[in-house]
Each structure stands twice: as C-alpha cells, then as structure tokens.
C-alpha cells in the first residue's frame, strides 16, 4: 500500500491534507465526477478528487459555464498555478479521454476551457458543482 490509513483517511502527499476513502463513485452535485468508464483505479479516485479541489480552492477565481459542453475555469495566472494545472489535466486525461482540456493566458489569469462530448454532460455538470463549491467556501 502506498498510502497509510490513519482514522479512515488517506494523506495526499505534497498537498498536506487528507480524504476520506470512497467505494462508490458519484456524478453531480457534491460528489465525485468520475464518469463509469474512468480508467482510474478506484482507490485512487478520492486522491484525484482531492487534487483537483486543492486546485480549486487555492487558485479558482471564477466558474463560467459558457455552453453547455463547456466550462471555463479562471485560475489565478501564477506560474505554478499553471505547473500544476497543466500537470493534473494531462493526468486526468490519460484515465478520462473524452476531456479536451485548453489553457490561455490572459495578463493575470491562466483560463483553463474544459470541453466534453455530450454523453458526459453530466461529468461537466459535477465539476462545475465542485469548482461553484470551492468559490463559495472561499467567500
């Protein structure tokens, strides 16, 4: 095992925080957004999760919807900010391929357009929930 349990969490090495392991993967509104046909293993799910949250509620500026297959994410424009945005997408895009991930830089912002294919809609909708959630905890 590469990670230790201590009172049911499992530690996220280099982020300094925990997550609570999952047995079933959940789509929409607070939960999970992997999608069933994720090559993930599902031990490694909640992690995944727990990165792209870390991301979200320290560099998230703002969550625009700007279709219905797209979502656009406004991350603060900070070199490192963009090391490990660049860095989870591509990651996540080797177990969820349907993704399209792009990245702009506009002065101090890094906007990341994430695109889906209708079938995963519902992926899209479970990410823009958790990114609204980690604005809203943020304010």
């Known amino acids: 095992m590469i990670f230790g349990v201590t009172k049911g969490l499992y530690p996220v090495p280099g982020y300094g925080f925990s997550v609570k392991p999952v047995t079933t993967v959940e789509i929409g509104e607070g939960g999970l957004w992997a999608p069933p046909a994720c090559t993930l293993p599902t031990a490694q799910r909640p992690l995944r999760a727990a990165e792209f949250d870390q991301l979200l509620g320290t560099d ?72 609204q959630a980690a604005l809203d905890a943020a304010s």
Do not use: K, N, Y
């Open 60 to 131: 998230l500026r703002r969550v625009e919807r700007t279709g219905r297959t797209r979502l656009r994410l406004v991350l603060d424009g900070a070199a490192h900010t963009e090391s490990v945005a660049r860095d989870l997408t591509a990651r996540e895009s080797a177990c969820c391929s349907f993704f399209a991930f792009d990245f702009t830089h506009t002065g101090d912002e890094l906007m990341l357009d994430v695109t889906v294919p209708p079938a995963h809609i519902q992926v899209l909708d479970g990410l823009s929930a958790r990114a």
